[in-house]
Each structure stands twice: as structure tokens, then as C-alpha cells.
């Protein structure tokens, strides 16, 4: 196995630099496609996103981190990200060449083969990092190499065809990394139905700019909140409200940087109760106040 797995107990991740990005995900547009080129001595660069993320390293090395695992990724080594789960990833000691692709994850939720319905396409997502599949020997990245070489490709082309190819790429990848895994939850799919209805919630929970309670989710698809909240958590990998939190405190870390708005109108805005416990949440996933973060993104003298 060539990727190298250290627990780094978050002592090198940086969640205060993780940058929220909002991409224009939907049913007609389920899928971004990335082919990217880093020269060595790229540092570490941090972001979080509501749609999955699957990359493949071509060319070079990088390193992927999150906060409590590092992965050292070589030619035909992959990565997973789930919703809104901050990451980094840097070429300090060599150049790099990969391509990703942002998922959006009903694509995945609502995909069902009667040949094989308990599959559970999210699986790789949403278990935590250090139990994610990877490629375990050299045929495996030879195979991972050739996956990621058709992406390549086909980020290039702009036909009609394009995204049912993406999306079969993808399912190819995701079948081709996961066939001698065990990992949990990969036998254990979300039905459609389940899908379906955590779709209106979230369609209704960014209406509301993600201020929504469990009570309030559950009611919306029609179930009790204990319910909910076990389908919620086996979709999303985290619980509702983690991802609500998470969802308001990174829109509020966009405005800090964006604009000049006084703090407590942004606490306001996104639904903290008063500034102090703002503060107190802000500080417990950014590493610092909202007042040193706005600080530390304007220029010197800005």
C-alpha cells in the first residue's frame, strides 16, 4: 500500500484557514470536474463544501489532511471527502497533478441497481477518514490511474454526454476502490424514499439560510425526530445539528471576510442567540474569535 496514513492529532491542521465553497450543485448540474497542477512547495491549503469530493493523484505526490489524519498520496491514490467536512492538502515536497470531482450527494443517495440494492454508494463518504477505502496494492492504482486519466479526459470535451460519463466514471472508481474493503456502512444503502424527503429538507434548510431545528427538519419530512435523526446522521455522516452548526458558522465566516457588517448583525443573522456564544462556537471550529478571523483575512492596512 503506498499511501501513508499519520494521526497528527490536529496539531497541523488549521481549521481556522478552512474556506467555505458554495458550488452551484443541483440535479442539473451534479457534478464539477477539477484537473489541477500544484508545483512543489504548495502549502497547505484548507476548504469545506456541501457536495462530496473523489480525487486521484496522476503525477507527483501530495498530502490530503483532516483534522486527525494526514494521507500521503502517490500516482494512483485517491481521496474522499464528505459534506462539509474540512480538509487540506499541499505539495510541499513535490509537484503534483490530479483531478477531482465535487459530487452532489443525492446523485449517490438515489442511485439504486436492482442487481445489487444494498450497496451503499455513500459509504466511502461518510465514515471517518481513517477507515475510508484506499488503494491497497499496485494493480489497484494502475486501475485508480487509468479511472482518473478518463476524467482527465473528459473534463476537456463539453457534449450532452459528458456528465452520464462523469457519473459512470465515478461509479466505475467508487466500485474499482471498494471491492476489497469492508469498510462500515457499505452494505447498508439509503432507500429512496429516505432520500428523497432529506432532499426537501435541505432544499428548505438553505431557504431558510440553515436556520432549522431538528423538530422542524423532522416535521418537514414527516417523521418523528428520533427517526430523522438516524437517517439524517447515516446520510450525512454527521448529525443534523453539527451540519446545521457548521453550515451557519461557515456562512458567517464568509461575511466576516466579505464584509464590513458589525459582528453582532452576522451573529444575529445566522441565528446565534448573542455574540458571546458566537464567539465561543466560532472559536471551538475556527481556532479563534470572529474578531481575529475578520482580522487575519483583510490585507495589512485594510
Not at 105 to 111: E, H, S
Not at 116 to 124: D, I, T, V
Not at 192 to 200: D, E, F, I, K, Y
Not at 259 to 284: A, E, V
Amino acid at each position: 500500500m503506498s499511501t501513508q496514513q499519520s494521526l497528527v492529532g490536529g496539531t497541523r491542521f488549521n481549521s481556522s484557514l478552512a474556506k467555505p465553497y458554495y458550488h452551484k450543485l443541483s440535479d442539473l448540474v451534479p457534478f464539477i470536474g477539477n484537473h489541477d497542477w500544484y508545483k512543489r512547495g504548495t502549502v497547505y491549503q484548507y476548504d469545506m463544501h456541501y457536495g462530496m469530493e473523489f480525487g486521484i493523484v496522476l503525477r507527483g505526490k501530495m498530502e490530503i489532511t483532516y483534522p486527525d489524519l494526514t494521507l500521503c498520496l502517490s500516482p494512483g491514490d485517491i481521496w474522499f471527502c464528505g459534506m462539509w467536512e474540512p480538509h487540506g492538502w499541499s505539495a510541499e515536497r513535490s509537484f503534483c497533478e490530479s483531478i477531482n470531482v465535487i459530487i452532489w450527494p443525492p446523485v449517490l443517495a438515489y442511485l439504486h441497481l436492482n442487481e445489487q440494492a444494498q450497496f451503499n454508494w455513500l459509504a466511502p463518504f461518510t465514515v471517518p477518514p481513517a477507515q475510508r477505502p484506499q488503494a491497497c496494492n499496485a494493480g489497484l492504482r494502475q486501475a485508480m490511474l487509468r479511472q482518473g486519466r478518463k476524467i482527465r479526459q473528459l473534463l476537456t470535451e463539453h457534449d450532452d454526454r459528458t456528465v452520464l460519463w462523469l457519473q459512470l466514471h465515478v461509479m466505475e472508481s467508487i466500485l474499482l476502490i471498494t471491492q476489497q474493503w469492508t469498510g462500515k456502512g457499505v452494505e447498508t444503502p439509503v432507500r429512496n424514499a429516505s432520500a428523497c424527503r432529506l432532499n426537501q429538507v435541505l432544499n428548505q434548510f438553505f431557504d431558510n439560510c440553515g436556520q432549522m431545528t431538528t423538530a422542524k427538519a423532522a416535521m418537514t419530512c414527516g417523521m418523528n425526530r428520533n427517526t430523522f435523526s438516524l437517517m439524517f446522521h447515516r446520510f450525512m455522516g454527521l448529525s443534523f445539528p453539527d451540519f446545521a452548526l457548521r453550515y451557519r458558522l461557515q456562512a458567517a465566516a464568509t461575511c466576516l471576510r466579505q464584509s464590513d457588517k458589525p459582528i453582532k448583525s452576522i451573529s444575529t443573522n445566522w441565528g446565534f442567540s448573542d455574540t458571546s456564544h458566537f464567539d465561543r462556537m466560532f472559536h471551538r471550529h475556527y481556532g479563534c474569535t470572529p474578531k481575529q478571523y475578520r482580522q487575519s483575512t483583510r490585507p495589512m492596512g485594510g
